[in-house]
């Protein structure tokens, strides 16, 4: 019997997976029950109340069960598996030490033991005297621990022969291999210990650090405390432990004392986030063990598939192999998210490091690429960040190495055993695809069979899990199109196996769009859209008072018939229509009317029905139509016959015009006109009169005669004295002779024919004589008017002259549809300016200007910019925050700015200002500057001012990214416009970053602006917007001109570097309906809005584009981030931005949960309507996680639910 004693405490401090149900452990004792360990066990004995207290009342305990093991010389026994503490205590009381003459025992069997009945991870405690007699079994215990993730630690109280021979060593190398640890310590500070495992067993824990070091004298330690991490344990083995911590300020940190010994020191760490130093001071060989309690773990697993869960997995890889390692993460709170993962040395040195991909959100599933393990010791770490991207690692319980099949003791032939990785019935969409995986327990390993509804689907190929007993195969169904049962059969020499599971399709038919009862105006077309999700795919049918429609002149129907377009409204189109659709087990029907508005019988215009025509002359008889829908057709009826139209005698116009050609005497008479439609008809009568003489081939010059004055009126044919002159006025004779009009006055005008006539031969000719006189005003008015929003005020140009004159309008040299002689205003800002009258008539024309002033200077933003003005700057030189008010920029009077030409001087007209110069408001236009009124359309720039980019140096997004500022160099200051995140790889912009506020432009300039090119972009960047079809990608600018403040703001959002390709060419509609939204939130607001509109290139769809020849891909998605960071909200706009989206396509692309409708001032019907752009919302947590943008919007934010409203929008 020993003096002293040895005891083994096997402590699993692993991270546990806990998705769904949380994964129990146990709690082991294993002990030595010779002779010598009487006392030992005394001690468990009379700490045991005091351990199920510390698991009873820890909620964050994970401990299921009690398990306790006892061994001997050479036999292990289990005393008890309970979750009683009585029945503990009894089993503890019953044990009776006897026996252990000799130093070594068999420890290793009671380990084993121990382990084979332990859960994963579990607490576990071995008491013993004695080194391991079986040590020889170290490798196969080494593997099982390793397998069950168990930390083994070991409490050492005394020695017998060296610690350096083997029987000893083993307990080193497993400690080591399985990040435990050994004390050594007297037999009396048993109950010391026990306080150390109480400490450790209420949380669950992590490994912050672990080392060994043969002599710890002078030796430092570094660990890492995150914000995950609380009540942090430092554990010392070492010939009198003394340490000293240092703080992430410098500063000695305080330890609380949990546990004291020569040979041993354990101490609790009230920690905060940081890194901490531990400096040792022991002349010996020192283990050093550092655990922190922890909200946040993993559990590992390699499998040779591509594994769905943690359950289709195995601790430790399979050697030879190809592996995925997966990372099943325990975070209850759902903010971390991994990144990488690291294979570690023993002495914490990263052999590899492997991209982390989320295949599971909802359990925190993550899965590697696959790769060949190292065939060596290994831990594993894994990396992440939190939401305020802090970053989290965790390092593995245990060390990890290949698959031991050899270290079995003895290979037991198994029947197979089948397990199905699922439940026995899966559900499934219709059309899509399916794995079904099922575990193969047995040995020999088994052959795998598939067996289907209608018979044998073909063998399976099987592949380790768990050698030599564990294996998996899997069936990939492509396209599930029925109901089935799948049959997993597995056979070997021992016998066979199977388990069934059912694959049912889902059956649903649910109505998503209807059409409603609508009323059509006659002759428009309109698309009729029932949209459906149906499972399996339905039929939909379309019909008019039942009978079924099809194609034809009336109708068309889309390819997938979930449009009905009716053609050209007609009255014979009206009526019940009903729409039906049809799956396995589910119909739908959808009953509406259709009505008509504006059809109407002809009404003919009865004003006119008299015509008169000169002889040879042609005659056009309109037969004006004041109603009539559908267009009544026109004929003419002459003695009660049709007349042949298209003759040399008639013809007729598109509008039912009758040309009655080369008149004579015969042509006078009546002439019916008959018009009638589908609703009816009607005819009027029509009367010709024709004249004989003067007649003429030429047409009749004019000649004004002022009013008042005399004129003669001049024969125009040459004749001789002799000749006889007579003259006709509107065919009558009125003189012979030479002809005066004396004191003329309107009542003489009119057709003049002058006849020459001798004994050869006659000549006529024809003047048309107007006697009027110019217009003139008929009052004097005020023509400056002083502005006043909301005012009144008239312009009067009312005027007379004969013939009467006409009067035209125009406003800033625009043209306005105004024929009235006095224009009525209630004046607003975009009044302001020149309004002119002009008032004509054959003998002359007038005009009168009104201008309406303000005592403000009121700048044209559409037309007062170009690239030659100057900067308009507050006197900090940053962007004024002018009132918009319409189209034009208000500047307060007497307020002060700066004028500035970054790159040359100020000129007005030939004087040079210089590059800067102070200015003040005088009003209208005009700019104060040193002591000078100057009108700033007057103001230049000596050369042009372009937008640059300016790098500065930033990652802005995965990957080689940078973000640039657009914006002006002042010299030694740079004013940006706005930033954007450009992927200097790929030369693509990902997206743009800008704050809107209430003084934006809200127009886009009229006059022409070019777009800068970039040198981070190719040479031929624009040629792959060189649209020849009727749709294609069009630039589509990620910073509105619209959206910036009035002026260059707006220029320099020209720039190649602000535009994406977007499928805008056939509709944008809902793209600008979201922008014009965003603007209409910020009207009303006294802050601005931060704003980042963006691209993202998914590589893992189908619908990548690359546009022309280049190599410039083209984003699946546009997107809008609106942040209000006064109330932390924000809100997420996605548009897919794939060519001819169907609506079934579109609903694949929802990556996240659409809240449009949740959103007050975004809800909209037309969002999901693909012609214009299929849009949708999300809120900004399920857009960072669904488009992996948590590097770029940090912090949490609310749903941008509510804002006040522009009274002029609606936004529904």
């Given at each position: 019997m020993f003096i002293s004693c040895l005891i083994y405490i096997f402590l699993s401090y692993g991270l546990l997976y806990t998705n769904g149900d949380d994964a129990k452990v146990s709690l082991t004792f294993v002990i030595d029950d010779t002779g010598s360990m009487y006392n030992d066990i005394a001690q468990v004995k009379a700490k045991t109340n005091e351990v199920f207290d510390a698991v009873l009342h820890a909620n964050a305990s994970k401990i299921d069960d009690f398990i306790l093991i006892t061994f001997n010389d050479p036999y292990a026994k289990l005393r008890t598996i309970t979750r009683d503490r009585n029945e503990f205590k009894r089993a503890l009381s019953s044990i009776s030490v006897d026996g252990g003459g000799d130093c070594p025992e068999y420890t290793m069997a009671g380990i084993e033991l121990a382990l084979e009945k332990s859960k994963s991870n579990s607490y576990f405690y071995v008491f013993t005297d004695a080194s391991a007699k079986d040590y020889n079994q170290f490798d196969r215990i080494k593997s099982l621990s390793q397998k069950k993730s168990i930390?083994?630690?070991?409490?050492?109280?005394?020695?017998?022969?060296?610690?350096?021979?083997?029987?000893?060593?083993?307990?080193?190398?497993?400690?080591?291999?399985?990040?435990?640890?050994?004390?050594?310590?007297?037999?009396?500070?048993?109950?010391?210990?026990?306080?150390?495992?109480?400490?450790?067993?209420?949380?669950?824990?992590?490994?912050?650090?672990?080392?060994?070091?043969?002599?710890?004298?002078?030796?430092?330690?570094?660990?890492?405390?995150?914000?995950?991490?609380?009540?942090?344990?430092?554990?010392?083995?070492a010939k009198n432990p003394k340490i000293k911590v240092i703080d992430p300020d410098g500063n000695v940190a305080v330890t609380k004392d949990i546990s004291t010994t020569e040979m041993s020191y354990m101490g609790k760490l009230n920690a905060k986030p940081g890194v901490y130093t531990i400096e040792l001071s022991s002349n010996s060989k020192t283990s050093v063990v550092v655990t922190g309690s922890t909200s946040v773990s993993f559990q590992h697993g390699f499998a040779y598939v591509k594994p769905a869960s943690i359950n289709e997995t195995s601790t430790m890889p399979v050697p030879g192999v190809k592996s995925y390692l997966s990372i099943a993460l325990n975070n209850d709170k759902k903010d971390v998210v991994l990144k990488t993962a690291e294979l570690r040395d023993l002495d914490d040195n990263v052999i590899k490091e492997l991209p982390l991909t989320l295949i599971d959100p909802e359990k925190q599933f993550y899965i590697t690429d696959p790769f060949i393990p190292p065939s060596t010791l290994f831990k594993i770490a894994v990396n992440g960040f939190t939401e305020t991207n802090e970053k989290i690692t965790r390092v593995s319980s245990t060390t990890v190495e290949l698959q031991k099949p050899e270290l079995e003791k003895s290979l037991t032939k198994k029947s197979p055993q089948v397990t199905l990785l699922s439940d026995d019935k899966i559900e499934v969409e219709y059309g899509q695809a399916v794995d079904i995986k099922c575990k193969l327990h047995g040995f020999p390993k088994p052959d795998a069979l598939w067996e289907g509804t209608s018979g044998i689907t073909g063998p399976a190929t099987v592949v380790p899990v768990d050698l030599p007993y564990d294996y998996m195969t899997v069936l990939t169904i492509d396209k599930v199109v029925e109901n089935s049962t799948i049959t997993c059969k597995a056979i070997n020499s021992e016998g066979e196996s199977s388990k069934s599971v059912k694959i049912e399709i889902k059956t649903y038919l649910n109505v998503i769009e209807y059409p409603k009862d609508i009323t059509l105006e006659y002759g428009k077309t309109i698309d009729l859209k029932f949209i459906i999700n149906a499972s399996p795919p339905a039929i939909i049918s379309w019909y008019k008072n039942d009978k079924q429609i099809t194609v034809n002149d009336n109708y068309n129907l889309s390819s997938d018939n979930t449009i009905l377009t009716i053609r050209n409204m007609l009255p014979k189109l009206k009526g019940k229509y009903t729409v039906k659709a049809v799956n396995d087990n589910t119909e739908r029907n959808v009953t509406f009317n259709v009505s008509i508005i504006g059809a109407e019988p002809p009404?003919?215009?009865?004003?006119?029905?008299?015509?008169?025509?000169?002889?040879?002359?042609?005659?056009?008889?309109?037969?004006?139509?004041?109603?009539?829908?559908?267009?009544?057709?026109?004929?003419?009826?002459?003695?009660?016959?049709?007349?042949?139209?298209?003759?040399?005698?008639?013809?007729?116009?598109?509008?039912?015009?009758?040309i009655i050609k080369n008149v004579n005497k015969y042509s006078s008479g009546t002439y019916l006109c008959k018009a009638e439609n589908s609703l009816g008809h009607v005819s009027e009568e029509f009367y010709v009169k024709v004249y004989p003489y003067p007649r003429t081939r030429n047409v009749p010059v004019k000649e004004l005669i002022e009013e008042g004055t005399s004129a003669n009126i001049e024969c125009e044919p040459s004749h001789d004295v002799g000749d006889l002159i007579r003259w006709y006025k509107n065919g009558v004779l009125i003189s012979t002779g030479p002809l005066t009009l004396r004191r003329a006055s309107p009542s003489d005008s009119g057709l003049y024919s002058c006849r020459v006539s001798n004994y050869v031969s006659s000549h006529s000719s024809h003047k048309m004589v107007i006697v009027g006189r110019k217009p003139r005003f008929n009052s004097e008015e005020e023509t400056r008017i002083e502005f006043f929003e909301g005012a009144n005020v008239f312009f009067v140009c009312s005027a007379t002259g004969f013939p009467n004159p006409t009067i035209t309008w125009s406003h800033n040299g625009r043209k306005i549809e105004?024929?009235?002689?006095?224009?009525?205003?209630?004046?607003?800002?975009?009044?302001?300016?020149?309004?002119?009258?002009?008032?004509?008539?054959?003998?002359?024309?007038?005009?009168?200007?009104?201008?309406?002033?303000?005592?403000?200077?009121?700048?044209?933003?559409?037309?007062?910019?170009?690239?030659?003005?100057?900067?308009?700057?507050?006197?900090?030189?940053?962007?004024?925050?002018?009132?918009?008010?319409?189209?034009?920029?208000?500047?307060?009077?007497?307020?002060?700015?700066?004028?500035?030409?970054?790159?040359?001087?100020?000129?007005?007209?030939?004087?040079?200002?210089?590059?800067?110069?102070?200015?003040?408001?005088?009003?209208?236009?005009?700019?104060?500057?040193?002591?000078?009124?100057?009108?700033?359309?007057?103001?230049?720039?000596?050369?042009?001012?372009?937008?640059?980019?300016?790098?500065?140096?930033l990652h802005c997004s995965r990957g080689n990214t940078e973000l640039l500022k657009v914006g002006y160099s002042l010299r030694s200051e740079f004013l940006g416009v706005y930033d954007i995140c450009f992927d200097k790889d790929k030369n693509v912009t990902l997206y743009s970053r800008h704050h809107i506020h209430r003084s934006l432009a809200d127009r886009v300039p009229d006059i022409p602006i070019k777009f800068t090119g970039s040198n981070h972009l190719p040479k031929d960047f624009n040629a792959i917007y060189k649209c020849r079809d009727k749709c294609c990608f069009a630039k589509k600018q990620l910073v509105n001109p619209r959206d910036v403040s009035p002026g260059f703001p707006q220029v320099a959002t020209y720039n190649d570097l602000n535009v994406l390709p977007h499928w805008s060419t056939c509709g944008t509609e809902n793209w600008d309906e979201v922008e014009r939204r965003v603007r209409s939130l910020v009207k009303f607001l006294d802050f601005k809005l931060s704003v980042w509109t963006g691209a993202f290139y998914d590589k893992s769809t189908d619908a990548g584009i690359i546009l022309r020849s280049s190599d410039q891909p083209t984003p699946q998605y546009m997107w809008k981030v609106i942040r209000n960071l006064q109330e932390q909200q924000a809100l997420a706009v996605i548009q897919v931005n794939k060519p001819n989206l169907t609506k079934s396509e579109a609903a694949r692309h929802m990556l996240c949960k659409d809240v449009c409708g949740d959103t007050e001032w975004m809800r909209n019907p037309e969002w999901r309507n693909v012609t214009k752009g299929f849009t949708y919302c999300c809120s900004l947590t399920d857009f960072k996680k669904a488009f992996g943008y948590e590097n770029i919007f940090k912090g949490k934010a609310k749903l941008l639910r509510k804002m006040p409203l522009v009274s002029e929008h609606s936004l529904t």
């Amino acid at each position: 019997m020993f003096i002293s004693c040895l005891i083994y405490i096997f402590l699993s401090y692993g991270l546990l997976y806990t998705n769904g149900d949380d994964a129990k452990v146990s709690l082991t004792f294993v002990i030595d029950d010779t002779g010598s360990m009487y006392n030992d066990i005394a001690q468990v004995k009379a700490k045991t109340n005091e351990v199920f207290d510390a698991v009873l009342h820890a909620n964050a305990s994970k401990i299921d069960d009690f398990i306790l093991i006892t061994f001997n010389d050479p036999y292990a026994k289990l005393r008890t598996i309970t979750r009683d503490r009585n029945e503990f205590k009894r089993a503890l009381s019953s044990i009776s030490v006897d026996g252990g003459g000799d130093c070594p025992e068999y420890t290793m069997a009671g380990i084993e033991l121990a382990l084979e009945k332990s859960k994963s991870n579990s607490y576990f405690y071995v008491f013993t005297d004695a080194s391991a007699k079986d040590y020889n079994q170290f490798d196969r215990i080494k593997s099982l621990s390793q397998k069950k993730s168990i930390q083994v630690s070991f409490l050492l109280t005394g020695i017998c022969g060296s610690l350096n021979d083997r029987d000893y060593l083993v307990f080193e190398e497993l400690s080591e291999a399985t990040s435990g640890q050994v004390f050594h310590i007297k037999k009396h500070d048993i109950n010391k210990i026990i306080n150390y495992i109480i400490a450790s067993i209420t949380h669950k824990k992590t490994t912050l650090r672990q080392k060994l070091y043969e002599n710890g004298s002078g030796k430092k330690l570094t660990f890492t405390v995150d914000s995950k991490v609380w009540d942090v344990i430092i554990s010392i083995s070492a010939k009198n432990p003394k340490i000293k911590v240092i703080d992430p300020d410098g500063n000695v940190a305080v330890t609380k004392d949990i546990s004291t010994t020569e040979m041993s020191y354990m101490g609790k760490l009230n920690a905060k986030p940081g890194v901490y130093t531990i400096e040792l001071s022991s002349n010996s060989k020192t283990s050093v063990v550092v655990t922190g309690s922890t909200s946040v773990s993993f559990q590992h697993g390699f499998a040779y598939v591509k594994p769905a869960s943690i359950n289709e997995t195995s601790t430790m890889p399979v050697p030879g192999v190809k592996s995925y390692l997966s990372i099943a993460l325990n975070n209850d709170k759902k903010d971390v998210v991994l990144k990488t993962a690291e294979l570690r040395d023993l002495d914490d040195n990263v052999i590899k490091e492997l991209p982390l991909t989320l295949i599971d959100p909802e359990k925190q599933f993550y899965i590697t690429d696959p790769f060949i393990p190292p065939s060596t010791l290994f831990k594993i770490a894994v990396n992440g960040f939190t939401e305020t991207n802090e970053k989290i690692t965790r390092v593995s319980s245990t060390t990890v190495e290949l698959q031991k099949p050899e270290l079995e003791k003895s290979l037991t032939k198994k029947s197979p055993q089948v397990t199905l990785l699922s439940d026995d019935k899966i559900e499934v969409e219709y059309g899509q695809a399916v794995d079904i995986k099922c575990k193969l327990h047995g040995f020999p390993k088994p052959d795998a069979l598939w067996e289907g509804t209608s018979g044998i689907t073909g063998p399976a190929t099987v592949v380790p899990v768990d050698l030599p007993y564990d294996y998996m195969t899997v069936l990939t169904i492509d396209k599930v199109v029925e109901n089935s049962t799948i049959t997993c059969k597995a056979i070997n020499s021992e016998g066979e196996s199977s388990k069934s599971v059912k694959i049912e399709i889902k059956t649903y038919l649910n109505v998503i769009e209807y059409p409603k009862d609508i009323t059509l105006e006659y002759g428009k077309t309109i698309d009729l859209k029932f949209i459906i999700n149906a499972s399996p795919p339905a039929i939909i049918s379309w019909y008019k008072n039942d009978k079924q429609i099809t194609v034809n002149d009336n109708y068309n129907l889309s390819s997938d018939n979930t449009i009905l377009t009716i053609r050209n409204m007609l009255p014979k189109l009206k009526g019940k229509y009903t729409v039906k659709a049809v799956n396995d087990n589910t119909e739908r029907n959808v009953t509406f009317n259709v009505s008509i508005i504006g059809a109407e019988p002809p009404v003919i215009d009865k004003s006119v029905t008299t015509y008169f025509a000169k002889e040879g002359s042609d005659v056009d008889i309109n037969c004006r139509l004041l109603k009539g829908k559908p267009k009544p057709t026109v004929s003419w009826i002459v003695d009660g016959l049709k007349l042949a139209l298209g003759t040399d005698m008639f013809g007729i116009e598109e509008d039912g015009t009758l040309i009655i050609k080369n008149v004579n005497k015969y042509s006078s008479g009546t002439y019916l006109c008959k018009a009638e439609n589908s609703l009816g008809h009607v005819s009027e009568e029509f009367y010709v009169k024709v004249y004989p003489y003067p007649r003429t081939r030429n047409v009749p010059v004019k000649e004004l005669i002022e009013e008042g004055t005399s004129a003669n009126i001049e024969c125009e044919p040459s004749h001789d004295v002799g000749d006889l002159i007579r003259w006709y006025k509107n065919g009558v004779l009125i003189s012979t002779g030479p002809l005066t009009l004396r004191r003329a006055s309107p009542s003489d005008s009119g057709l003049y024919s002058c006849r020459v006539s001798n004994y050869v031969s006659s000549h006529s000719s024809h003047k048309m004589v107007i006697v009027g006189r110019k217009p003139r005003f008929n009052s004097e008015e005020e023509t400056r008017i002083e502005f006043f929003e909301g005012a009144n005020v008239f312009f009067v140009c009312s005027a007379t002259g004969f013939p009467n004159p006409t009067i035209t309008w125009s406003h800033n040299g625009r043209k306005i549809e105004k024929t009235s002689a006095t224009i009525d205003l209630v004046m607003k800002f975009s009044d302001i300016g020149e309004y002119e009258c002009q008032v004509s008539n054959d003998f002359g024309k007038i005009s009168r200007t009104f201008n309406i002033v303000a005592d403000d200077c009121l700048l044209n933003i559409e037309n007062n910019f170009n690239t030659y003005k100057p900067l308009i700057l507050s006197l900090s030189k940053r962007w004024p925050l002018f009132e918009i008010n319409g189209s034009f920029m208000r500047i307060p009077k007497n307020t002060k700015f700066l004028l500035v030409c970054p790159t040359s001087y100020i000129t007005h007209k030939s004087t040079n200002f210089g590059q800067q110069r102070l200015a003040s408001c005088v009003g209208n236009t005009e700019f104060q500057i040193i002591g000078k009124n100057i009108d700033f359309e007057d103001l230049n720039c000596n050369e042009e001012i372009k937008p640059l980019s300016k790098s500065t140096g930033l990652h802005c997004s995965r990957g080689n990214t940078e973000l640039l500022k657009v914006g002006y160099s002042l010299r030694s200051e740079f004013l940006g416009v706005y930033d954007i995140c450009f992927d200097k790889d790929k030369n693509v912009t990902l997206y743009s970053r800008h704050h809107i506020h209430r003084s934006l432009a809200d127009r886009v300039p009229d006059i022409p602006i070019k777009f800068t090119g970039s040198n981070h972009l190719p040479k031929d960047f624009n040629a792959i917007y060189k649209c020849r079809d009727k749709c294609c990608f069009a630039k589509k600018q990620l910073v509105n001109p619209r959206d910036v403040s009035p002026g260059f703001p707006q220029v320099a959002t020209y720039n190649d570097l602000n535009v994406l390709p977007h499928w805008s060419t056939c509709g944008t509609e809902n793209w600008d309906e979201v922008e014009r939204r965003v603007r209409s939130l910020v009207k009303f607001l006294d802050f601005k809005l931060s704003v980042w509109t963006g691209a993202f290139y998914d590589k893992s769809t189908d619908a990548g584009i690359i546009l022309r020849s280049s190599d410039q891909p083209t984003p699946q998605y546009m997107w809008k981030v609106i942040r209000n960071l006064q109330e932390q909200q924000a809100l997420a706009v996605i548009q897919v931005n794939k060519p001819n989206l169907t609506k079934s396509e579109a609903a694949r692309h929802m990556l996240c949960k659409d809240v449009c409708g949740d959103t007050e001032w975004m809800r909209n019907p037309e969002w999901r309507n693909v012609t214009k752009g299929f849009t949708y919302c999300c809120s900004l947590t399920d857009f960072k996680k669904a488009f992996g943008y948590e590097n770029i919007f940090k912090g949490k934010a609310k749903l941008l639910r509510k804002m006040p409203l522009v009274s002029e929008h609606s936004l529904t």
